[in-house]
């Protein structure tokens, strides 16, 4: 969809629809453009507040016929909520909203206005909230799909109608912003949404090189052999048991600048979770194509970070593998040796997200960053503590901190876990130096204390849980069923905020 600004009065549009946010808690008499459009359309807006047929609930739409009365063919009312809740995100989902009411009504063109009144939000906020909303709420994943014709198709154009000139310069960019981050979430739902027999650790690793090239990234791969001369031992343990060889993607945003901070991103890759010996049982196994989306999560980031020219070094470090059983698959009660030099046994085979994370967290001081963090669908404790609305971060306080409020922002929250010594007990082993699992008692939990075992000395560090998060059975506003790009945004936000 094409996303332009112009200047210019919205009532004044020749357009197959406007787009208009209202507040649940809207005044009568209506005022500013609202009130413009109400008058020439002798009442029928506000009349429809009179007789409850439309309450501006959040994200309610109703189209409205104009008969000629204004040059737009029609007015698409959508809901903005309780006035004093209004945010960023309440306007995402609006645009979300209004454009998938657009898609409905076979609409090409919409032209909308950023909303009046006590509004805390700059032009260029607004622009970007409306580009990404109505971008992500328009989002299909259709490459598998031969028979289209039920499928009505996508409007061509939406255009931000500023009265200000002097704002137009700011909502461009905002409108470019959103876009990028749209794109890049979409990047990283496409790649959880494609089945495991065509997005494999290769399939991957291609994807990236072929992103990298476009958005100016530097990428290079570490195969099996690279990763064995390493002693990746960990991670290689997890691909025993497939057919598919490992793969480590690095991707890295202005390589070579001593003179910018350097944040690395790390993002579970397994693109396909049998549980390998511990072998998951059969109900809904085909949704582990989904736990390779914290990689996926990382390559979004990246992108979104190299287009938007984020002043810092960025490396990404997605660690690519299946999780199968074979005759050489690891077993439960295997020792292996870790990069850092610490000994892991194996309980259960099915926890072997950690098992990768953790060489490539070690392998992550090659980069001396500032600040190291991780990404990952990595347990079912995460969704029985938090259900559907945040995920798990533990760590560094001022990193948990910085996500918690790139997270309000962005409506990717999370929610701080603790990872107190006590906990480091649960995983004590009689043969080695840790075991891989500690009961399900406080599962995520320690799950991160695992990780935390294998994060370089002195380096701030944060651990993110999406179990649950990144792939899922409800659509929201400008999130469908699959895929849910969860953590890109998210990042993103982080980057561009870096010790804000």
């Known amino acids: 969809m094409d996303l332009r600004a112009i200047v210019g009065q919205i009532d004044a549009q020749s357009t197959q629809a406007l787009g208009l946010g209202l507040f649940e808690d809207e005044e009568m008499p209506l005022s500013g453009v609202a009130a413009n459009l109400d008058q020439n359309l002798r009442g029928a807006i506000s009349e429809l507040f009179i007789q409850g047929d439309f309450r501006a609930k959040k994200n309610e739409t109703l189209a409205l016929y104009t008969y000629g009365l204004i040059p737009a063919k029609r007015i698409v009312l959508v809901g903005l909520g309780k006035r004093e809740a209004f ?269 990768i994370l953790a060489d490539t967290l070690t392998y992550a001081e090659e980069f001396i960053p500032d600040a190291i963090l991780d990404v990952a669908t990595l347990t079912g404790g995460r969704v029985i503590a938090l259900g559907d609305h945040a995920a798990a971060v533990m760590g560094d306080d001022d990193l948990i901190e910085a996500l918690r409020r790139a997270g309000e922002r962005t409506g990717e929250r999370v929610w701080p876990l603790p990872l107190f010594e006590a906990y480091g007990e649960q995983l004590k082993s009689e043969v080695a130096d840790l075991m891989n699992v500690g009961g399900r008692a406080a599962s995520t939990i320690t799950a991160g204390f695992f990780l935390s075992k294998f994060v370089p000395d002195d380096i701030p560090w944060a651990h993110i849980d999406i179990a649950g998060l990144g792939l899922t059975d409800k659509a929201e506003a400008y999130t469908p069923k699959g895929g849910t790009g969860f953590g890109v945004r998210l990042f993103i936000e982080l980057l561009r905020n870096w010790r804000a």
Do not use: W
């Not at 995402?92 to 909203?97: I, L, N």
């Not at 931000?160 to 310069?169: A, G, I, M, R």
């Not at 981050?181 to 990283?188: D, E, N, V, Y």
């Not at 072929?210 to 960990?234: F, P, Q, V, Y």
């Open 87 to 355: 945010s960023a995100d309440t306007l995402r989902q609006a645009a979300a909203s209004l454009a998938k009411k657009a898609r409905e009504l076979g609409v090409s063109e919409l032209h909308v206005s950023i909303p009046e009144g006590k509004v805390v939000m700059s032009p260029a906020t607004a622009a970007e909230a409306i580009a990404e909303g109505a971008s992500l709420g328009l989002y299909r994943f259709t490459e598998f799909k031969t028979e289209l014709n039920d499928q009505k198709p996508d409007p061509d154009r939406l255009v931000l109608v500023t009265p200000e000139s002097d704002e137009f310069s700011e909502i461009e960019a905002g409108l470019r912003t959103g876009q990028i981050i749209a794109q890049s979430t979409a990047l990283a739902r496409t790649l959880v949404n494609g089945p495991s027999n065509v997005v494999t650790p290769s399939h991957m690793a291609q994807a990236a090189q072929e992103m990298a090239a476009a958005s100016g990234l530097h990428c290079r791969i570490l195969d099996k052999t690279t990763m064995e001369a390493l002693g990746m031992r960990l991670l290689l343990s997890v691909n025993r048991g497939g057919d598919e060889p490992a793969q480590m993607v690095i991707l890295e945003h202005n390589p070579g600048d001593p003179k910018l901070p350097t944040v690395v991103l790390v993002g579970k890759g397994i693109t396909f979770d049998t549980g390998g010996i511990s072998l998951k049982p059969s109900q809904n196994l085909e949704k582990m194509k989904g736990d390779m989306g914290g990689a996926a999560a990382v390559f979004g980031a990246l992108r979104a970070a190299a287009l938007l020219d984020v002043p810092l070094h960025v490396v990404g470090l997605t660690p690519l593998t299946e999780n199968m059983p074979d005759a050489r698959a690891t077993k439960p009660g295997d020792v292996i040796r870790s990069l850092k030099g610490l000994t892991v046994e194996i309980i259960n085979t099915d926890a072997e997200g950690r098992l």
